[in-house]
Each structure stands twice: as C-alpha cells, then as structure tokens.
C-alpha cells in the first residue's frame, strides 16, 4: 500500500505563475490544486485542507500576509511556503512570524521549493 502524493496549493495572482508551479510540481508526482486568490483558496477551505499551501506574497485584494493571518485567527494550521519578488530580511522575518515554513525569492529553485515541501509534508518528493 502506497501513501496518496501530498496536496499542495498555490495561490498566486499571475496565470503564468500557477502554471509552471503546478506543472514543475507534476514532475515529482505531487497533486496540486491553484487558485489566482486568496479569497477563492480560503472559500475552498470547506471542501478540503491541502498538506501544503505555496503562497504569493504580493497580490491585489489579500496579500499572502493577510491569509496566513487569517489562517491563524481561524486556528487554521496548513505549513506554509511564501514566494516573493519583493522580499527583504523585514518581510520574510514577517512571514516567519505569522508561521510561514520558508520565504523563498522568484523565481523559486525548483530544489529549495521541493526541500520546503519536503518539510512541510513531513515526506520525501521523490
């Protein structure tokens, strides 16, 4: 018997984004599930928890910030893995605070990404 691949999701605003990340996750057998909103990934939450989220940091609306904030005031626990264009040591001492696992700059090292799931997980990617 073989354990089901982790559920990963991404938020993130850019189309493109969401695409490759989705894709690049694929080649290591991991499902995920995209949404181009915080809004839209926190009104999944009723169906389903993923095992990991991948969050933008920077988006119109919400900001990756403001989600996993919200996560916490909800007693949400999902390990988290913000991306970011625009991040410096303030920002990702932030995002450590609120909870985030890792703050990883973009374009993502497809193999930093996949150590951080590997933490998140609790489970190897290969």
């Given amino acids: 018997m073989t354990k089901s691949s982790p559920v990963v999701a991404i938020v993130d605003d850019d189309p493109s984004v969401l695409k490759a990340l989705s894709r690049l996750l694929g080649t290591w057998s991991l499902v995920s ?15 389903d928890r993923p095992d990991c989220l991948i969050l933008d940091l920077q988006m119109p609306g919400m900001t990756g910030l403001e989600i ?3 996560l916490a005031r909800e007693g949400i626990q999902i390990p988290t893995i913000v991306i970011t264009a625009h991040g410096d040591a303030e920002m990702h001492a932030r995002c450590a605070a609120a909870g985030a696992i890792a703050c990883l700059p973009k374009p993502v090292n497809s193999s930093s990404l996949f150590a ?6 609790g489970s190897a990617t290969t």
């Fill in 33 to 47: 599930r995209t949404f181009p909103s915080g809004a839209q990934f926190l009104a999944s939450l009723v169906d």
């Fill in 116 to 121: 951080a799931i590997e933490t998140a997980t």
């Fill in 68 to 70: 996993q904030r919200h």
